[in-house]
């Protein structure tokens, strides 16, 4: 079976820092899922990667899938206290698959 | 209504209790996933509706475990003997057709004592 292995699981940073989040799956990914959660609320979605060497921005944050399609990353630049959660990455099992595998997550704690 | 609401948000159950979670999810949304996530961990699959057929169940961890949505909308998650090992927050998500557009409710923190 898939395993998504993230990695640091957790991370402390002061604020205005950049940081990065890496994703690391044990198969090929046919789908990368980036999601957000905040304690205690439900996930929200924030980036989905397909392709070999594809990268997606949304304001200042960047996911990229490498060519091989297993491992991925998440990059905040000039972090804010806004960005702070648990960031989970998700993939499809399998090519078609409605059901998604997540990594055990990061927290990301942003000092002021 | 505006996104997946799920209810309780809360619930306490005593070991060996019956519990039912309920997922309402966005209206004309066809898919429908429950998911378990225990503390610290991120969530794992249960089982999977598309309208009223339930199509993947692989993941429910036991019999105890039992899920339904008779009319291919709302859906409900019934734990049977709640035990100890049952706590954790179930998420519902659901989606127009493919997982890339699901929305997850808040979740139902389940403890059990």
């Known amino acids: 079976s898939q395993e998504l292995e993230q990695s640091p699981q957790s991370l402390i940073v002061q604020e205005g820092k950049n940081l990065t989040i890496n994703c690391t799956s044990s198969k090929t990914l046919y789908g990368l899922y980036w999601y957000k959660q905040k304690y205690g609320e439900g996930l929200i979605f924030l980036m989905m990667?397909?392709?070999?060497?594809e990268e997606k921005s949304h304001e200042k944050i960047t996911a990229k899938l490498d060519e091989k399609k297993q491992q991925s990353s998440l990059h905040i630049t000039a972090s804010q206290p806004s960005h702070a959660g648990i960031y989970l990455c998700?993939?499809?099992?399998?090519?078609?698959?409605?059901?998604?595998?997540f990594g055990q997550g990061t927290r990301l704690t942003i000092n002021p | 209504g505006a996104g997946v609401s799920q209810s309780p948000r809360y619930k306490v159950a005593k070991r060996g209790q019956d519990v039912a979670l309920r997922c309402d999810p966005i209206s004309g949304h066809v898919s429908l996933f429950w998911y378990q996530q225990a503390l610290g961990q991120g969530p794992e699959f249960l089982t999977y509706?598309?309208?009223?057929?339930?199509?993947?169940k692989s993941g429910l961890p036991s019999d105890r475990f039992f899920a339904e949505r008779p009319e291919g909308s709302v859906s409900t998650l019934k734990i049977q003997r709640t035990q100890q090992e049952d706590s954790a927050v179930y998420l519902c998500a659901s989606s127009s057709g493919t997982v890339t557009e699901a929305f997850f409710g808040q979740g139902t923190r389940l403890t059990v004592v």
């Open positions: 509706f598309q309208n009223e057929a339930q199509l993947d």
């Open positions: 998700g993939a499809s099992p399998g090519e078609g698959a409605q059901k998604l595998v």
């Open positions: 990667l397909q392709k070999g060497g």
